[in-house]
């Protein structure tokens, strides 16, 4: 539906809106200048308007931000439910839609006070103009500097000059909540629409209009091949592709489908560049469609070249003096269906513990209840997955293209770090226990400092760390926390006393929406005892007592009073096997057939560097041989490779084979062994005793690496 030719609105009460400044005249790329101003002092806005009222229209009031809490996934109208179907109720009118053209300019440091919640640094500002300049363009700064906020603003001008009236958005689906808390702090005035639940209610949300739809990359490949998202609804002025993984790009489904999404302007944001040509053939296809046919046959440098004057790549280390020391957030996720029923379950039981204990029940007792909630809330029971895994893989992800380094913390050991480390093996992961020796501990501290390769540092909290500050890890995550903020805050002092803090350090807490977690994030935050309110030098001891025995029971875990509830038994956990937790890996690296298990150890090899690899016999259904090689300072490195599909543990006989035919071969400096399960520990004792001649790569590192190369 076009615009009209001429409209009369009144200008707001107490605004002035003035007509854009000449100098958005975007021109030459990277020269745009607009109202907002370069300095070394972040732009000081002096605070937000909400809900403008313009005399002479009647906009309906924006939706309130929400309580504290997960963020909300919001929609541009209200969607209701009639016999089964979803139904469209106070969609947005055109005038509406029109709203953010009529609002106080974000590109105007007189009129932005206005409208942005705070302060732009100026790294901020210097993105906002480069995207303004370009029609594709990539901000690949380091994750937690303020890229995605950039990004916003310079959409939310993009409709305010008239150059988009219709955007999309795409996050990883552990952002999705993130990304629509921003869209309504940093563009309140765009009407955006979550695309989310079942199929109908994804449908209506696509054809109601909104000016922003965001969803995650696997709803939008599901919606355009289910044909949910076709036609003129694939056509949009603006295309954000947030959370990249530029690293196996060309691994990854989603880019097939997006070369269906029309959009003249198509940004990206991603933790680093590419480093592979394919890479970055792909990214440069999905930012500039129209240069994909001139890109056969060319090479990384080349086409890095080519997408210089489109790219803005900057470190923490090089934005250090525009960065807060220390920034904290929160990410929130959504359980899957399943897994929250066995949350339920495990819920029910605990209350009904308690409620039996009556009067006896003491603090100890609801602690035992939180942490066995806090186990099940980790992993769904008998598998490596969950929300909240696979929020921490996008993280880390994006970290370590970066090539940054994070310490993860977790309370536990076997459902914690221990869990946790085949997930995040193929990104380089160590992993330090409570229980340690001073020695071990050492030895891996001192790994993880001196040795680039090695990325994640697995913790449980109240691990050794020595007298030593943790300085090289400039991000800490907490997988699942104890409710007092004083302990977190006392491991992080630990790894970052205030002296040492030579690059900013981000936080991310992992919270789940809809369970205790969300009630117990309420109550801190009433209470001022969020981690961001507590001084840092603050005791758990100081803590301990804030939240009463009643509050615990009444407010957290809800427990009935005048009764016990009844019990709900608990079904068989998922998974079975000899390795718990990865019944779901096994079955699907067994089920790929002879040819595809072949293809897939092949790219393994090349992902770990040996760039040529040659199959010694046709693939056998259990498995078979190749060859890898890569040209190193001293000269060919060659090693031998076996891999082996099977259901059980691979023992040490297996080993020793492969060992004594690279060593009868007398050209190989190495073997691999990788298997679609586990090795047992007589297997691994001996590939410790061959000194690195022999590598081990199991089911799960498998898995992820897979994961990472989009196969998975």
């Given at each position: ?10 200008p ?23 109202g ?15 809900d ?10 924006l ?9 909300a ?7 209701r ?22 609002e ?6 007189e009129t932005?006070?206005w ?11 210097e ?35 008239g ?10 689906a ?63 002025d ?12 060309r ?11 029309e ?19 792909v ?15 060319i090479t ?8 210089q004057?489109?790219?803005?790549r ?9 960065l ?11 359980l ?10 495990v ?7 308690l409620?039996?204990?009556g ?6 007792h ?28 996008d ?8 090539d ?41 501290l001192?790994?993880?400092r001196e ?9 449980e909290?109240?691990?050794r760390?020595?007298?030593?500050p ?25 790894l ?10 981000n ?36 803590l ?19 009764g ?6 608990l ?5 079975t ?20 298990l ?9 992902a770990?560097?040996y ?6 016999d ?18 060919t ?5 076996r891999f ?28 691999y ?20 001649r ?10 992820r ?8």
């Amino acid at each position: 539906m076009g615009l009209p030719e001429r409209m009369e609105v009144l200008p707001p009460r107490e605004v002035a809106i003035e007509s854009m400044p000449a100098t958005l005249s975007l021109e030459p790329p990277m020269a745009v200048e607009t109202g907002l101003r370069m300095a070394e002092e972040p732009l000081r806005i002096a605070g937000p308007l909400r809900d403008v009222s313009l005399a002479g229209t009647a906009f309906r009031p924006l939706p309130p931000l929400g309580r504290v809490g997960p963020p909300a996934l919001s929609r541009a109208y209200e969607q209701r439910w009639e016999e089964s179907h979803p139904k469209a109720e106070q969609a947005a009118s055109m005038m509406e839609c029109l709203r953010p053209a009529l609002e106080p300019s974000v590109l105007s440091a007189e009129t932005a006070a206005w409208i942005l919640p705070s302060e732009l640094r100026s790294h901020q500002v210097e993105a906002v103009n480069a995207f303004l300049g370009h029609e594709a363009f990539l901000l690949a700064d380091d994750p937690g500097t303020g890229r995605s906020v950039a990004a916003i603003v310079a959409m939310m001008g993009k409709f305010q000059i008239g150059e988009a009236r219709r955007a999309l958005m795409v996050t990883s689906a552990s952002s999705l909540r993130s990304a629509s808390r921003l869209l309504r702090l940093w563009a309140p005035g765009l009407l955006v629409t979550a695309v989310r639940g079942g199929a109908d209610s994804r449908r209506l949300d696509w054809v109601t209009p909104a000016n922003v739809y965001v969803c995650d990359y696997g709803t939008l490949e599901t919606d355009i091949e289910q044909g949910l998202l076709s036609g003129k609804d694939l056509e949009f002025d603006l295309l954000l592709l947030d959370d990249l993984p530029t690293t196996g790009l060309r691994f990854q489904s989603f880019p097939a489908v997006l070369k269906q999404v029309e959009a003249r302007i198509r940004w990206g944001l991603a933790g680093a560049p590419p480093e592979s040509a394919e890479d970055w053939v792909v990214l440069i296809s999905l930012l500039q469609p129209q240069a994909s046919k001139s890109l056969a046959g060319i090479t990384q440098p080349e086409a890095k070249r080519r997408f210089q004057e489109n790219l803005l790549r900057r470190s923490k280390g090089e934005l250090r003096e525009q960065l807060p020391v220390r920034r904290r957030d929160e990410i929130w996720v959504d359980l899957d269906p399943a897994h929250y029923r066995r949350y339920e379950e495990v819920l029910a039981e605990e209350r009904h513990r308690l409620a039996q204990l009556g009067e006896a029940a003491t603090t100890a007792h609801v602690e035992a209840a939180l942490e066995r909630l806090d186990r099940v809330l980790n992993f769904l029971p008998g598998t490596l997955d969950g929300a909240k895994v696979r929020a921490l893989v996008d993280r880390i992800e994006q970290i370590a293209a970066s090539d940054s380094k994070a310490v993860v913390f977790s309370h536990f050991q076997e459902d914690g770090i221990g869990r946790l480390q085949p997930a995040l093996e193929a990104y380089g992961v160590l992993r330090l226990g409570r229980n340690d020796p001073a020695e071990r501990a050492h030895k891996i501290l001192e790994a993880f400092r001196e040795q680039e390769h090695w990325h994640v540092l697995l913790m449980e909290m109240g691990a050794r760390t020595g007298d030593q500050p943790l300085v090289e890890a400039s991000y800490i995550l907490h997988y699942d926390h104890h409710w007092n903020p004083g302990v977190r805050l006392r491991a992080e002092m630990r790894l970052h006393p205030q002296i040492f803090r030579a690059v900013p350090i981000n936080i991310y807490e992992f919270w789940v929406a809809g369970t205790v977690d969300e009630k117990l994030f309420g109550l801190l935050a009433e209470k001022d005892m969020l981690p961001a309110e507590v001084p840092e030098e603050t005791q758990p001891t100081e803590l301990a007592d804030r939240i009463t025995l009643e509050e615990w029971i009444e407010r957290i875990l809800e427990v009935p009073r005048g009764g016990v509830p009844e019990r709900i038994p608990l079904v068989q956990e998922i998974g079975t096997g000899i390795l718990p937790g990865t019944s779901v890996l096994r079955s699907r690296l067994t089920g790929l057939s002879a040819d595809t298990l072949m293809a897939a150890v092949e790219m393994l090899m090349k992902a770990l560097g040996y760039d040529q690899v040659e199959p010694l016999d046709g693939p056998e259904e259990e498995g078979g041989f190749m060859l890898a090689w890569r040209e190193g300072e001293q000269g060919t490195e060659r090693v031998l490779v076996r891999f082996l599909r099977t259901d059980e543990n691979v023992g040490v006989a297996k080993a020793r084979a492969l060992v004594k035919s690279m060593e009868m071969r007398g050209d190989c400096q190495g073997a691999y062994l990788i298997t679609t399960s586990d090795f047992t520990a007589a297997c691994k004792s001996f590939a410790d005793e061959t000194e690195g001649r022999l590598a081990l790569v199991s089911g799960p590192e498998l898995y992820r690496h897979l994961h990472i190369l989009g196969q998975f």
